[in-house]
């Protein structure tokens, strides 16, 4: 009988662990430790070095466009 109130109590346990850890992964970036980036693409990186401050406005735009394969020389509105 004891043997089988403490596999129950174990079931119970891991059914509860269980639905803890798929509730923690609904959220963005699930599974990545804190402070780790993900890169989704070129031209996410170049906005985040835009919000940083790295590049000014008129180089992101250049490299933005350059990016979506416009003409040299076009600019952006």
Request: no cysteine; aromatic share 8%; net charge positive.
């Amino acid at each position: 009988m004891s043997i089988s109130l403490f596999l129950f109590l174990a079931l119970l346990f891991v059914i509860a662990l269980l639905i803890v850890r798929a509730l923690g992964r609904s959220g963005p970036g699930h599974g990545e430790p804190p402070g780790s980036r993900r890169v989704s693409g070129p031209e996410q990186i170049l906005a985040e070095r835009y919000a940083r401050g790295e590049i000014d406005e008129e180089e992101y735009r250049r490299r933005l466009a350059t990016l979506r394969g416009a003409p040299p020389g076009w600019r952006s509105p």
